[in-house]
């Protein structure tokens, strides 16, 4: 089945403790994104990848890190988590020419 | 740059009646156009997608859009709704040249009551 697959669903964590949400996505897609959904303002894109080892930032790139070794993984880092970033997270993968993102299921975390 | 507004944060609708979700967007170059819905407590799932050609786009479970390029809106129908169609309803946009990165309005919440 094509998936995008998120790890973990759900995350509770304190402030400055280092994290990895992991992404990986079984369809050869090219573009990989992470987005963060916040009440009232929709999805926000955190980082996107165009391909292996090429990664930009998004609208919302503060605090995160990202990396694309392998065409399937784009994992998102945060190096120092702060309660502002409690949010849910959502990785995206596409292939080119406009086919739309496939979205994971989602990592609620929370940062206390 | 693109921008998405979604006019309505909230729609209440009674089962079996229309409804209309509005989206409009803002963009100097051309851009793909997108509906997703999302469950409660679930991901986000493709409806419909339009990308050229007819401006009517059928989608899943019944739900059809329009685009209208001089209005540049892109407003989500369904003729009868039903209960399992609660959802929150994003539209987005995406510039047909350049990094493929979607653009969210705010999000829709239907509510259908019975």
């Known amino acids: 089945e094509a998936q995008v697959t998120q790890n973990p669903r759900y995350l509770i964590t304190v402030t400055g403790k280092k994290l990895t949400v992991t992404c990986s996505q079984n369809?050869?897609?090219?573009?990989m994104s992470w987005y963060r959904q916040d009440p009232g303002l929709g999805l926000r894109q955190i980082y996107y990848?165009?391909?292996?080892?090429?990664?930009d930032k998004g609208d919302v790139p503060e605090g995160y890190k990202v990396s694309r070794k392998e065409k399937r993984n784009f994992p998102l880092i945060l190096e120092s988590p702060s309660p502002n970033q409690t949010s849910l997270y959502f990785c995206a993968s596409s292939s080119t020419g406009g086919g739309g993102y496939t979205f994971g299921s989602g990592t609620r975390l929370t940062v206390v | 740059a693109q921008s998405v507004t979604q006019l309505d944060s909230q729609v209440p609708v009674f089962e079996e009646a229309p409804v209309e979700l509005r989206c409009n967007y803002s963009s100097s170059v051309s851009v793909y156009l997108f509906w997703y819905v999302q469950y409660p407590n679930q991901g986000l799932q493709l409806l419909l997608k339009y990308l050229s050609g007819s401006t009517l786009v059928k989608g899943i479970n019944g739900f059809e859009a329009e685009f209208n390029k001089s209005q540049t809106s892109f407003h989500l129908r369904k003729p009868s709704v039903h209960i399992s169609d609660t959802a929150e309803y994003f539209c987005?946009?995406?510039?047909?040249?350049?990094?493929?990165?979607?653009?969210f309005g705010q999000g829709t919440r239907l509510t259908i009551n019975p």
């Open positions: 369809m050869n897609h090219e573009y």
């Open positions: 990848s165009m391909n292996v080892e090429v990664t």
């Open positions: 987005a946009v995406m510039a047909k040249r350049g990094a493929q990165k979607l653009v």
